[in-house]
Each structure stands twice: as structure tokens, then as C-alpha cells.
């Protein structure tokens, strides 16, 4: 029998006994009911937008196991942690756990003891689908769904076989999540895994916690430090193009005193334990990371994210930013960009050995994602339009809803760089032809003779930083690319190049550009989401507040795991402010199901009294 089946299995009281909360969100209700109705579902919901329960209310309902297919071990461990929390029985077969561990939890599916089961592909399809035959079986849950579409940025192949369950199993409902809404990897979905009947639960993706922005690079490590100076003590993740990167951003971070730590898929897997541990504890960590990290982390207090390259494609980059703000809480993210990013990513796009059809997709998303950086109007209506929905107003909160940025005409001097780029024989690198409008006598100008060119001067007036971001547009707009090596030299893309350089095509130009009189400073000028006032404590619930992290520190290190899936902070910040002072009282708190009540009440009520 699955075990401790709740007084009363309708799904309302499932969620209020086991997991402690008053009502469903948005879709959830629906989609529950759906799938404890024997349907397929797909469901699409952004990070944080509570898919799980979507699965684990009607695997708890229905009679029998449900299986939970998940890409990733952390993941597993931590729901699993998670559910046990709040007394459901439930457990994880994946390859890193100890045999005794792993036959326990066979022989409990076996008995029938088992409300969710969760499994990586790989071990379902080698052996424990034989197993299940004849067991009664809840459902199948297909975290991560966007795994089995090959145009995804996450394809795992073995997803595909999952086609079969429908066939092996039939009548058992199945029930695939994720959260990337581009509508190409959904169709793809319904279609690898045959869930031709299965019903789509769409949500909006809108998340109004999160905090959008996206700057120039115009001094890397100056603009990541303002960034992190205002998420002192707070978790987040710094994602960067390459492994090498990460450790020489990690280092130059460490040195002042920040506490970041590089990961990347090459690191000895030692090295990366110990790395998703510490951020996993709950400590403020900076996790300076290639894409490698990300998904399975299912930490919900990250606070922000920077990108300090530009990701491939809009859903890569809402995938990553998504990872920020889980509990719901704001959360600020970061995009710095330059035209090398671009070029560089047009070049590799170039060069892959990708099909044709493969590589236009590829190209389309990955423009869509440089005009999403572009962008001078409400930066989170952009994004969302990206996945086909519309948002009725701007955003108020993003970079560009807060600063409007106002545009300049650069088309002047536009062809001013393109005139120089052409006359100094497309051989150089964007420093040397600034050098040459700004009239500098450099060593090079003056071997090459470009001291003797007619427009050599031509751009005293500007300094650096505009002409630079001249360059960045021209190279954004395709009419100048970048070499990739060693010298990025600049070379006109002629069709692009020729309605500028003939007058008959306007280049705009952000005002905030330095103009002639440098403007400096404007990254710390600008509002910023961090600068809104945080839902404030009064002393006596901070002093509560620190007491209850206290004792969920302690308590998570003596259960061995993360302090979140015993509390989350916002479960803690709840307690802090309305200081129960009964069972009773504490039965009321959103995220305190009857489990939990029992484990934890008198203990949560002592470290009340003593904060
Ligand atoms: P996802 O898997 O979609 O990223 P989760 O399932 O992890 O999201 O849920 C995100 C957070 O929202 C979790 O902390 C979860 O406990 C909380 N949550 C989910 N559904 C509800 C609900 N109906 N009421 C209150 N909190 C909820
Ligand atoms: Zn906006």
C-alpha cells in the first residue's frame, strides 16, 4: 500500500496536510485534477512556477507509484529530501547512491510502499522498466521534457527512448514539465514522447520578481564589481562563454575577499562536489560558472545573475536568469555585452557542423537574442514576445522601463568608421582604426603611414568609448565582422556597409554613450533593483529570523542536507514576522504541513521564544 495515504486523498487536502499550503496556484489545480483523471499533460511553467506539485499531488491521490524520470542527480537527492520532509514516502535510484540505499528502495517499490519514485532515464530504460511491470503505477513524470527535443540547448538522447512507455504501460498517465516555452521545443516534445492526446498547460512566463538589464561592456570588472557590491552576502551565480574564464573571474573575485568559486564540466568531479556543497549549504556563495551549472540546482535564494558573455539564444538565457529568485523574492540580473560576443558567436555559428536546416534555426535564435540585447524598449516584454506572449503593459522594472534610453543619430559617424575600416585595407582591429580618426600617433599609424589619410583626425572629438560602441552597433547590425584571431581584424560586410556608407540608412546610437564630454559614471547613477526597499523586518522579527536560520543550519547539518528543503527562507521570514506561539497558530503558516508539525513545531516555537 503507498504509504501514509492522508485522511482525505482529494488533492486540496493533499496539499494542505503534506505540503502545508492554503490553495493551488494558477494552473496547478487544473492540471492535478487532469492527470489524477487518467490524462496526459504537458505542463509549461517558468522556474519556480511550481511544476513539481503538479506531479507529486497526483502521484500521492492515484493508487501506486509515481515515476519520476529526472535528468539530474542533484535534483533527485534534493526532492527526495524534500518529500521525505514532509512525510511522503518517496525515493531516488541514480548511480551515485550506496547499494544498501538502492536495494531499500527496490524492494519498497516492490512491496508498493513507494508514492514517487525518482530515476534518471538512463536507469529506467536499462533494467528497472522491466521491474515495473505488473507493479501499480501512479503515473510517469517527465521532468525537464525539454531535454528530448535536439534543438534544445539541453539534449539529452536518451530522453527520446521514453517513447516507449506508452506502449509498455498503457492507461498509466504521463505528465512532462518544463520550463522553456519556446513553442518549437514544445511541438518537438509532444511529438519524441507521443503525447498525442495529452492536454498543454500553458502558464504565462511572466516573472515580475525578476529584475532585467543588460549594459555594454564598457569596463568588465568594474561593472561586475558595482553588480556584486550591492548583493553582498547573497548567492548568485556570475555565468561565463568558458571554462578559463571562470577561473581567472573566480580568482580576480576571490582576491577581494568575495566568496566565489569557479565550476565547469572540467573540473575533477571532486572539485565539483565540494563546489555545488558550499552553494547547496545556503551560504552566500558566488558561483562563477560556464552553463555546465544550472540545471538540478534548485537552490531558491539565488539573487542574482550575470552573464558575462551573451548566451545563444532567449531561452538559454531565461533558462539562466530563471535560476534567480525561485522563492519568489526579487532578484536582479545582469547581461553585459560587447560586439566581440556577437561576432564570435555568428563565427562559431559559422564554422558548426551542424546541418543547414540546424544551423538557420540556430542563426534565428541566436539573433533573437541580439536584438533582445539591443533593445531600447521594456526589456521583459522583449524576452516574453520571444516565446510568442505578449505582456498589455511595460514592465516598470526592467533597465529600460526605469531609464528610458534616449538614442542619438550616429550615422554620421557610423560611416566615419566604416570610411576608415575600408581605407586602412580592413587589416586592423577596432583600437587601431579608433586610433586613426582620433588622430593618434601611434607607432603603427605612423609605420602604415595612416597619419597621411584624408579622414586621419576626422574623430578627435570623441573619445574611446563612443567610437567603441560605434564598432559594437556596426558589428551588432552585421555591416562590419570581427576576425576571429588574433588580431579581430575589422572587414566591411558589404551589404549591410554600402546603405550606410551611401547615406541612406540611419544608425542610432544610445545617448548615454560617452559623447564628446565623457560621461562617466553612468553605470552607478543608474536606479537599480536593489535600491527598492526589501520587504523590511522590524528588529524583533530579524533577531527571530537569524535565531530560526540557526536552527535550521544546525538541523540541516545533522540530517545531511540543504537547509531549504526543511524550510525555505521565505517559510522562515513568515515565522519571523508573525511569531506564532502555539502549534496551532504555527499549523497556519504557508509551507508547514502536517509532517512538519510534527518534526519541527516544538523546536521552531523554542527558537521563536529565544530570537
Ligand atoms: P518549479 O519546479 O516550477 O521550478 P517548484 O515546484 O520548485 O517550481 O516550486 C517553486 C516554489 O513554489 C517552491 O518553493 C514551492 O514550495 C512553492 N509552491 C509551489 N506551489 C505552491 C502553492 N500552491 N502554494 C504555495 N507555494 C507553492
Ligand atoms: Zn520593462
Not at 504565462?204 to 553582498?232: C, V
Not at 505582456?391 to 543619430?409: S, V, Y
Request: overall charge neutral; some cysteine; proline content about 7%.
Amino acid at each position: 500500500m503507498p504509504s501514509p495515504p492522508p485522511p482525505d486523498s482529494a488533492p486540496r487536502a493533499v496539499l494542505r496536510e503534506v505540503f502545508g499550503f492554503a490553495g493551488f496556484r494558477g494552473l496547478q489545480q487544473e492540471a492535478v485534477e487532469h492527470v489524477i483523471a487518467g490524462g496526459d499533460a504537458l505542463v509549461l511553467m517558468p522556474t519556480g512556477g511550481g511544476k513539481s506539485l503538479c506531479y507529486q499531488v497526483p502521484a500521492i491521490c492515484r493508487r501506486g507509484t509515481g515515476i519520476v524520470v529526472s535528468p539530474l542527480i542533484a535534483l533527485m537527492d534534493d526532492q527526495v529530501a524534500a518529500l521525505r520532509q514532509a512525510g511522503v514516502a518517496a525515493a531516488a535510484l541514480h548511480s551515485e547512491l550506496e547499494p544498501p540505499d538502492a536495494r531499500a528502495a527496490l524492494q519498497d517499490l516492490r512491496r508498493g510502499a513507494l508514492d514517487l519514485l525518482y530515476v534518471s532515464p538512463e536507469r529506467l530504460l536499462s533494467g528497472l522498466i522491466d521491474r515495473l511491470d505488473g507493479l501499480d503505477l501512479a503515473l510517469f513524470a517527465i521532468d525537464e521534457a525539454h531535454c528530448v527535443s535536439q534543438w534544445g540547448h539541453e539534449f539529452r538522447p536518451e530522453y527520446r527512448a521514453l517513447s516507449v512507455l506508452p506502449q509498455r504501460f498503457p492507461g498509466v498517465p504521463r505528465i512532462a514539465l518544463t520550463a522553456t516555452a519556446d513553442p518549437r521545443t514544445q511541438s518537438d516534445i509532444l511529438a519524441a514522447l507521443g503525447l498525442d492526446r495529452a492536454r498543454v498547460f500553458a502558464a504565462s512566463f511572466h516573472r515580475p520578481n525578476l529584475f532585467l538589464a543588460a549594459e555594454p561592456k564598457i569596463g568588465e570588472t568594474a561593472q561586475l564589481a558595482a553588480f556584486l557590491a550591492r548583493h553582498e552576502g547573497e548567492a548568485g551565480i556570475v555565468y561565463c562563454g568558458s571554462r578559463a574564464r571562470t577561473e581567472r573571474i573566480a580568482a580576480r573575485l576571490a582576491e577581494r575577499g568575495a566568496p566565489a568559486l569557479a565550476f565547469h564540466a572540467g573540473l575533477e568531479p571532486a572539485a565539483k562536489r565540494a563546489a555545488l556543497a558550499r552553494f547547496r549549504s545556503g551560504e552566500p556563495v558566488v558561483m562563477v560558472a560556464t552553463i555546465a551549472f544550472g540545471m538540478g540546482i534548485d537552490r531558491p535564494d539565488v539573487r542574482f545573475v550575470a552573464h558575462l558573455d551573451m548566451p545563444d539564444s532567449p531561452e538559454a538565457y531565461y533558462q539562466q536568469i530563471g535560476r534567480a529568485g525561485r522563492d519568489g523574492e526579487p532578484a536582479e540580473t545582469l547581461l553585459l555585452h560587447g560586439g566581440e560576443d556577437v561576432a564570435r558567436a555568428r563565427y562559431f555559428l559559422a564554422q558548426s557542423a551542424a546541418s543547414e536546416t540546424q544551423k538557420q534555426s540556430m542563426r534565428a535564435r541566436l539573433e533573437a537574442m541580439v536584438a533582445l540585447t539591443e533593445t531600447a524598449e521594456c526589456r521583459t516584454r522583449a524576452l516574453l514576445a520571444c516565446f510568442g506572449e505578449g505582456l498589455a503593459e511595460p514592465c516598470g522594472h526592467c533597465d529600460n522601463c526605469r531609464a528610458p534610453p534616449e538614442m542619438q543619430d550616429g550615422t554620421e559617424a557610423a560611416r566615419m568608421l566604416l570610411s576608415a575600416v575600408y581605407r586602412t585595407g580592413q587589416m586592423f582591429g577596432a583600437l587601431h582604426v579608433i586610433a586613426v580618426l582620433r588622430g593618434e600617433r601611434s607607432e603603427t599609424v605612423l609605420r602604415h603611414g595612416h597619419d597621411r589619410l584624408a579622414l586621419f583626425g576626422l574623430g578627435h572629438d570623441r573619445p574611446v568609448a563612443f567610437w567603441r560602441e560605434v564598432v559594437r552597433q556596426l558589428v551588432v547590425r552585421g555591416a562590419l565582422s570581427v576576425a576571429t584571431g588574433e588580431f579581430a581584424s575589422l572587414t566591411l560586410e558589404s551589404e549591410a556597409a554600402r546603405p550606410i556608407l551611401r547615406g541612406e540608412t540611419a544608425v542610432m546610437l544610445r545617448a548615454s554613450v560617452p559623447g564628446p564630454k565623457p560621461a562617466r559614471g553612468r553605470v552607478a547613477a543608474r536606479p537599480h533593483p536593489a535600491s527598492m526597499p526589501p520587504a523590511s523586518m522590524s528588529p524583533g522579527a530579524e533577531a527571530r529570523f537569524a535565531a530560526l536560520r540557526a536552527w535550521r543550519k544546525r538541523e540541516a547539518s545533522t540530517q545531511g542536507v540543504p537547509p531549504y528543503v526543511i524550510f525555505h527562507d521565505s517559510v522562515l521570514q513568515e515565522l519571523a514576522a508573525q511569531c506564532p506561539a502555539s502549534l496551532d497558530d504555527l499549523a497556519e503558516v504557508r509551507g508547514i504541513g502536517a509532517s512538519k508539525l510534527r518534526r519541527y513545531g516544538a523546536a521552531v516555537l523554542q527558537a521563536l521564544a529565544e530570537g
